[in-house]
């Protein structure tokens, strides 16, 4: 055989292979390895200080780097940060990784995070801002190019956890940028694994790996990030080879992917808890109106008996074990057991019907009200499914069920982040070894100056748990923090200041020949693809 035969044939066997993997796999040593990804849902913004959100972060993950990495038990490591240390109980100290470069080649510093911390403050119109994260740094000094201080009014223990989710983003090339130039690239400059090549919004971002990352060599020479609401379309997607990975996989899919031969299913527990969210700081509210379906003037949310009423009304166990097939746990609390500040008196709320009827006849609603759930229809599996479920439910103990309305989340929560709901479902997830993050994001009294409240769309305002909830953040001894954080969680839970519902468990599937390393804090990141070799 000639030597162009066999250049022909080898080139007609690495596409033979191309077609048989669904993944571009190495075939010689010049060839490349490609991933296309699934997501369920798309980023609203390339900038990735606008929106702390899951769906936003993934992306964000594959282009900017944070001063800590969590790994997949949400245990904290270095990253940009390379140690740390306490000077004194309101001082730190932060060494930085010398050596690492900003995707246009410039060196990274001290000055790239005080700018990205400052910043973080204050990034217009976020549906979900990071003020919480950097609420507690007073003061920052820039010691030398790698060597940070940073002052607390009071002690913080958590401050690197909570400066861990903040993205570093160069201050050359951030500076007086707006949400276009990051959309468009221009600013979209990290220190990632991956660099921006594109995004066309409602289709797709595509990436290419970064030679000069500091870290592990990327896998991958270009990730593709396809973007399909549609948990059917992107089981389709993946079983006709369009992508290699998906996300969001809907626990009814789960054994029809297992069977197809094409592609294994990688599961998770995660602590994200799904909860429904009651206003219960307004007088009147928008969606709360009397048995008669007219307006109040008088929100019978504020009230805890009927919040507990609402809350006693669901069957969350038929939700898990129904809707979601099993892939959930009950919840009756802000995180599951193994994260601090879990107390184990905090148990699921049982339904019961007569218990809650009592107690709306206690808090003067003898003949209910009306009310309107609100719920996205693309961000949780089943998230639409759910709410009419639960629309069901109260309808039955009594309340008028004005609507159920699901809409994207893009459009959801940027409403529901302007307060237009009444009772909404939303979620958490917990990225850190304890509860204080997410009770002091989602429960404590709304402060955006302090940075405390960041996600407590329903203003849900308690000083007693405020005060339990400052005794652990600002205690250094794990077990007297721990101790303080459940104390928190029962003056909120035992007053269903949030109803919680269940803690997801996650699927992601991915085609013969890709491996997947799923972590609990949901991420779908292309550095926990492998190709199988």
């Known amino acids: ?36 990804i699934g997501r369920a849902s798309e980023q609203s913004s390339m900038d990735p200080l606008f929106s702390r ?12 780097d944070r001063l800590v990495a969590t790994d997949a038990d949400n245990q904290i490591h270095p990253a940009l940060a390379a140690s740390w240390r306490t000077l004194d109980p309101t001082t730190w100290e932060i060494k930085l990784r010398p050596g690492v470069k900003f995707h246009d080649g ?13 910043r973080a403050r204050n990034v217009p119109n976020s549906p979900a801002p990071f003020t919480g994260a ?25 401050l690197i956890e909570d400066l861990g989710i903040v993205f570093i983003v160069s201050h050359k090339a951030a500076a007086n940028a707006t949400s276009d130039d990051f959309n468009s690239g221009k600013a979209t400059i990290g220190t990632g694994p991956y660099k921006f090549v594109e995004w066309s919004p409602g289709q797709r971002v595509v990436l290419a790996r970064n030679d000069a990352y500091w870290g592990p060599r990327p896998e991958f020479d270009k990730v593709t990030f396809k973007f399909i609401s549609k948990d059917a ?39 994200r808890l799904v909860y429904v969210a009651l206003d219960s700081n307004r007088d009147a509210s ?56 879990f107390d184990p008196s905090l148990k699921p709320p049982e339904q019961d019907v007569e218990g809650a009827k009592k107690l709306l006849v206690e808090a003067g609603y003898p003949g209910g009200f009306g009310l309107t759930l609100h719920s996205s229809n693309d961000r949780l599996p089943k998230d639409a499914a759910v709410a009419q479920a639960i629309g069901q439910m109260w309808a039955r103990g009594g309340i008028k069920l004005n609507g159920v309305v699901a809409l994207p989340y893009s459009v ?23 509860s204080a993050i997410a009770l002091n994001n989602v429960l404590a009294t709304y402060d955006a100056a302090a940075g405390m409240g960041a996600f407590n769309r329903a203003r849900y305002s308690n000083p007693a748990f405020d005060a339990a909830l400052k005794r652990a953040l600002t205690e250094f001894d794990s077990a007297k923090r721990n101790a303080s954080l459940q104390e928190a969680g029962r003056i909120a839970f035992n007053a269903a200041a949030i109803v919680p519902l269940y803690w997801q468990v996650l699927h992601w599937a991915a085609r013969k020949g890709i ?16 190709i199988a070799r």
């Open 106 to 118: 410039s060196d990274f510093t001290a000055e790239d995070v005080v700018f990205s911390v400052r």
């Open 233 to 271: 379309s992107r089981v389709a997607a993946l079983l006709a080879g369009d992508v290699h990975l998906i996300d969001q996989v809907a626990p009814s899919d789960v054994k029809e992917i297992a069977k197809s031969g094409k592609a294994n299913v990688f599961s998770i527990a995660s602590t």
């Open 53 to 64: 959100t899951g769906n936003n972060s993934m992306t964000a993950q594959h282009i900017f």
């Open 515 to 530: 491996g997947y390393v799923p972590s609990r804090d949901e991420s779908t990141l292309a550095a926990n693809a492998r």
């Open 134 to 158: 950097v609420g507690a740094v007073a003061e920052m000094t820039i010691v030398d190019p790698l060597t940070l201080r940073i002052r607390t009014p009071s002690p913080t223990p958590q």
């Open 286 to 341: 928008p969606f709360v109106t009397d048995a008669k379906g007219q307006p109040m003037t008088a929100n019978p949310l504020k009230d805890a008996r009927v919040r507990v009423a609402l809350s006693k009304l669901i069957n969350r166990r038929l939700l898990v074990e129904r809707l979601l097939e099993g892939s959930g746990e009950a919840a009756g609390q802000m995180v599951p057991e193994g994260v601090g500040g």
């Open 1 to 36: 055989m000639s030597s162009v035969r066999l250049s022909h044939w080898a080139s007609a066997l690495c596409r033979w292979l191309i077609l048989a993997f669904a993944v571009i796999a190495p075939c010689g040593p010049a060839a490349a390895a490609d991933l296309v």
């Open 412 to 434: 959801y929560a940027t409403a529901a982040t302007k307060r237009e709901y009444s009772a909404f479902i939303f979620s958490f997830g917990t990225t850190t070894p304890n």
